[in-house]
């Protein structure tokens, strides 16, 4: 299975010539980051722009290469698949004797999983633990975000904060035991410690990890690319408000319906308004549990404000449709690779009777670059259902061979918001 955003661009892989001048360099640096063992298997390059930080682990192992990124005047993100007949054997991994087994389709499942006896089980193993002493957070919320992986079953989840990857760790079992999915962790700070940490795990619990050296924001633009949808998200990253805010709204456009944003040190007043001020903005999403919607004026910065106790945490949940209402709404730009653009296509979840505006703004990244937008406006009466909505964008064909995206902002005036059942979609 190939990192995120490799199946994407398998034109800049390495070829044979790349290999013939720096393949002993690579493996050499490998080896001595995670051991001989780690650099005996399958090594692939890919090169990145200089935007983009040079290490990216999917399914196995990873590897710094800064000082050799600086020699080659490039990033590399670096991809290592251990051979299985070369492997170390390792111990089986431990898990909890149990966790909480919980109804998804109700409001506050959370509420369900702290009051679950088998919930104090998933603590104790988290609160006995060795990494438990690498966390920045306690064993109830490591059990919670392992009770939830559990329950969901995620393809994907999203850490923001790395650090020493002990929260990390806790997730990564819960996708271990449940066979499937992958946490992309992010953090620009502290490579080594990180680095350290993965080479002490086993092998088994590493095929579930992606870590990025980078901010959230060049993150966000790439898990953006290409198509991430998280059903959970740790944010636990730089916490001055407007750090904490744009995090929070970034998670939102990757989160799948349903899917729950986990927010660190609310505590602190950059979180928490940062929490608050996009729950003000996004009515449909709701807290599971009350400190968001129980601010004290009096005790500003306050320390027991939480409702997820012997946690510094809140869960806000994501709605289980999309909607769209008067404001403008954009799940940002999407990759075209085809020469035109026939229209949008709709899954409208209730009769919808009102007016939709509809924008499509267009670029192409030539020399120079260009941008263009599409507008339309359609009327609605008791839509229900697929709905194809006619745009007809055909690219010059000088531009098919650039980078080309298009950004779909969708307005409504209704009765009601118009509700869709899954995002609107190009064809």
């Known amino acids: 299975m190939l990192c995120p955003d490799m199946a994407r661009t398998k034109e800049f892989l390495a070829g044979g010539s790349f290999f013939d001048n720096f393949g002993g360099v690579l493996k050499e640096l490998v080896a001595r980051a995670l051991g001989s063992a780690a650099a005996t298997g399958h090594l692939r390059i890919l090169a ?42 390792h111990p089986v991994v431990s898990q909890p004797g149990a966790f909480p087994i919980v109804d998804l389709a109700v409001a506050d499942p959370i509420a369900d999983i702290l009051r679950a006896p088998a919930f104090r089980q998933c603590v104790e193993f988290f609160a006995a633990n060795e990494a438990i002493e690498r966390a920045l957070v306690s064993p109830v919320t490591q059990a919670l ?10 393809e994907h989840v999203i850490e923001i904060g790395t650090y020493k990857a002990s929260t990390t760790e806790a997730i990564c079992r819960a996708l271990y035991a449940n066979n499937r999915g ?29 870590f990025y050296q980078t901010d ?22 730089n916490h001055d408000y ?19 944003i986990i ?23 709701y807290e599971c549990g009350h400190c968001i919607d129980n601010y004290r004026p009096e005790f500003p910065f306050d320390p027991h404000r939480t409702t997820i106790i012997n946690t510094d945490a809140c869960a806000l949940r994501a709605p289980r449709n999309y909607f769209v209402g008067d404001r403008p709404t954009t799940r940002g730009q999407q990759i075209v690779t ?18 939709l ?29 697929a709905t194809r909505v006619p745009l007809q964008w055909k690219f010059d064909p000088k531009d098919v061979q650039f980078a080309r995206t298009a950004e779909l902002w969708l307005g409504w005036q209704g009765d009601r918001e118009l509700e869709l059942a899954e995002e609107p979609n190009l064809f």
Not at 145 to 154: A, D, E, G, H, T
Not at 219 to 234: E, G, K, Q, S, T
Not at 263 to 285: C, E, K, M
Not at 341 to 355: E, Y
């Open 48 to 89: 990145r722009s200089a935007a983009r930080t040079g290490l990216v682990a999917r399914g196995m192992a990873t590897v710094a290469l800064g000082s050799l990124s600086s020699s080659l005047g490039s990033r590399l993100k670096t991809v290592i698949g251990r051979g299985s007949s070369r492997a170390r054997p």
């Open 338 to 355: 085809a020469g035109k653009i026939d229209g949008i296509s709709l899954a409208v979840a209730q009769p919808a009777t009102g007016t």
């Open 145 to 154: 975000l392992f009770s939830l992986v559990r329950n969901i079953r995620p």
């Open 263 to 285: 927010i660190d040190n609310i505590s602190q007043a950059g979180p928490y308004f940062a929490a608050r001020d996009f729950l003000r903005n996004h009515p449909r999403w």
């Open 182 to 210: 992958i946490i992309h962790t992010v953090d620009p700070y502290g490579a080594g410690m990180v680095f350290d940490t993965l080479r002490k795990w086993p092998a088994v619990l590493r095929r579930h990890i992606c």
């Open 357 to 385: 505006y509809l924008q499509c703004v267009v670029r192409v990244f030539g020399t120079p670059p260009t941008e263009a937008t599409i507008e339309k406006t359609v009327t609605m009466s008791g839509t229900h259902g």
């Open 216 to 237: 959230s924001m060049d993150f966000y633009d790439l898990a953006r690319h290409d198509d991430i949808r998280a059903d959970v998200v740790f944010v636990d990253g």
């Open 242 to 260: 407007e750090f904490a805010l744009f995090d929070i709204e970034s998670a939102a456009r990757l989160i799948r319906p349903g899917g729950f």
